[in-house]
């Protein structure tokens, strides 16, 4: 059965799931498809105005811990970003062109590289303009396209349709109607996926 | 190196915890101190007066079915407690005079039973006394030291503790100063303690 990777580019441990998720769904035999949303309108929903890591600083000082000895487990680069959560409206604009287009993991990778990697601002055209022309695609007109009316409405009608699949947080997985939270029960959902 | 198991009777991953965490501590060759405190005072700090699955019902959703899902993969029984969280106080008090004893580990899996698998109130004295009578233990012997004034201060400062280690959530473990929280961290909190 094929899993949905619900994923916000601000998130932390996005990071991880997107640097995770191909080889162990390779092995699984699992097709993914993945489902770049906003994070930002389901917290707000929740009363949320920041990151639940800011809002309560006890919490977030242990995540980047957490992340950091993560990282270093699965010998991935991490830099915590000046800025958290960067703002990741126009990233996931750009992965929903990409999506249609078929470049949408390898942008996705390269996106949570610059911003927990490479401390670099995902919510700048010159940045997410980069990333897409390393990929091999013409910049200015993804660019042009992942600004327009439709794409912008296409990323609130998925940021709905998450919330309607009662995710609260990324990453997130879906398998039908069932629900995974979390980096940490992707093979759990993999295996849900395989049976 | 020791790893030290910090975990509240309400809390429904330290049941998870609970069952795992003496076979994979012997396989790591980690010595493990069960230390029992209180959430309650911790989630007050932050501003919660409930469990965060009751605050925020999305992810307390998530949770009833994630648990379940695991406690399937793990083979534990699992019935839906029909108060959550159970008021705990009665039950770390007696864990501390078990674990003065040398009869936590067993004491605590016993209760952890009886609120997550058999739906009984681990607030109540009688339950509480059944579990010590089935441990060997005199129950009313137990019952009358857990209620004194020394239990119940120990009890303040066990908590006090978990709180300046950063503690904010249940299970959590630590090696040293070094923090992790959730039973999806036990294995890594081994590897560090074991390292």
Partial sequence: MKLQFWYDFASTYSYLAAARIETLAELAGVTVEWRPFLLGPIFAAQGWKDSPFNLYPV????????????????????????????????????????????????????????NFAQDRDIASPEVMGGIVE????????????????????????VTEEAMKLG???????????????????LEQALRWAAR
């Fill in 134 to 157: 390393a990929l091999g695609q013409p910049g200015a007109a993804v660019l042009a396209r992942a600004t327009s009316d439709e794409i912008k409405g296409r990323l609130r009608k």
């Fill in 167 to 185: 995710i609260f947080g990324a990453p997130s997985f879906t398998v039908g109607n069932e629900l995974f939270w979390g980096n940490d029960r």
């Fill in 59 to 114: 919490k977030g000082e242990h995540m980047w811990r957490d992340l950091g000895r993560s990282c270093d487990e699965l010998g991935l680069p991490l830099k915590r970003p000046g800025v958290f959560p960067r703002n990741s409206i126009l990233a996931a604009r750009v992965a929903l062109v990409a999506a249609e287009e078929g470049w949408c993991p390898s942008f996705s990778r390269a996106v949570f590289h610059e």
